[in-house]
DNA sequence: CCATGGTCGTTCGAATTTGAACCACCACCT
DNA sequence: AGGTGGTGGTTCAAATTCGAACGACCATGG
């Protein structure tokens, strides 16, 4: 309930205060700390929108529009041919990293700091559990037991070169 | 973290749910339910919008949307002429009660259930905590402790309305 | 009574989002 | 190989959102 108020006035704060201090939107955000935090700062794009939660075609859309401020790189996938890879940019890096402070500070201000450590752990603890009771269930009945829905056999090993900022 | 992840999908689910069950999108259900509690299941547009968190002209928009359906009516404010009453009709109100359940499922499937009722009071705490705390602010840009803008002033914020139906 | 500033709701243009349609390509099977 | 189904990404039209601009109206003060 008040659940609904408070995520629509955290949007609305968020999108402020990024758009006034970097000209960028809440999802350009999430785009680029998503893909900060990605192994070779590189992500497919159908990959992205399923972790972003947005369609396909408005992935393209936001790509696009990153693309023209030169924050991210479209490449050619190597190991599948139709593939299209989103490349954060050392310009993008950079552009993430003056703009995470803000960010985070807004998201400190008008809701962590309004917690106790204890309320904090159980919202991040409430947040988890229902995050992973709606991923990628058709119905509503396989909350963790279902077989892994893990990557495709994804050869290159995972080395989450530790990002420098951290854009939660 | 979890927790974009978490809004954006239970968004997702709500507004699946809804359309297939109603063909209401998610802002035209809030709208009704923000209606069905109000004093004489009527209110003011701007009151409206600010109590949504939506633009005036996003509101109007959508009134007008449901105006269509005939599940919403607009009649002149008696007291402020050029102020607009969105009044929820009778079938407004029938399709309200069509549509909550299943709406109320979808939420407590996805998300109440998950949690341990201490979780969800601790839940329901937070967010009227974060709330609050983002509410009537004017101003933008003080979200590091700038010192000069306190709460202060407005002794007066809320007119809590009496309700009747909860179907939030 | 009339000027002044402020609020109310709508209209307008621009930006963004989604789902469906589409083609190129991969994975599998015979 | 050749066919078949499915995935990946883009393009398209439609719907929705916001902010700025606008005209109408309230509230004060001279």
């Not at 119905?139 to 829905?149: F, R, V, W």
């Amino acid at each position: 309930m008040a659940y609904l108020r408070a995520t629509h006035l955290l949007e609305r704060r968020i999108e402020e205060q990024l758009k006034a201090d970097s000209g960028l939107t809440h999802p350009h955000y999430e785009i680029l700390a998503k893909l900060s935090i990605a192994p070779q700062r590189r992500l497919r794009m159908s990959d992205l929108a399923r972790r972003l939660v947005v369609s396909k075609s408005g992935l393209t859309y936001q790509i696009g529009q990153l693309e023209k401020r030169g924050l991210v790189e479209r490449m050619d996938c190597p190991s599948d041919e139709r593939g299209v890879l989103a490349v954060l940019t050392d310009e993008g890096v950079r552009c993430l990293e003056k703009t995470a402070p803000g960010h985070v500070a807004v998201v400190r201000a008008f809701l962590i700091d309004q917690l106790t450590p204890e309320e904090l752990a159980t919202m991040a603890r409430i947040m988890s559990k229902a995050a992973a009771a709606m991923s990628p269930n058709g119905s509503h009945g396989s909350p963790p037991g279902s077989p892994g829905e893990s990557q495709g056999g994804s050869p290159n090993g995972d080395r989450p070169s530790p990002s420098q900022a951290d854009p939660a």
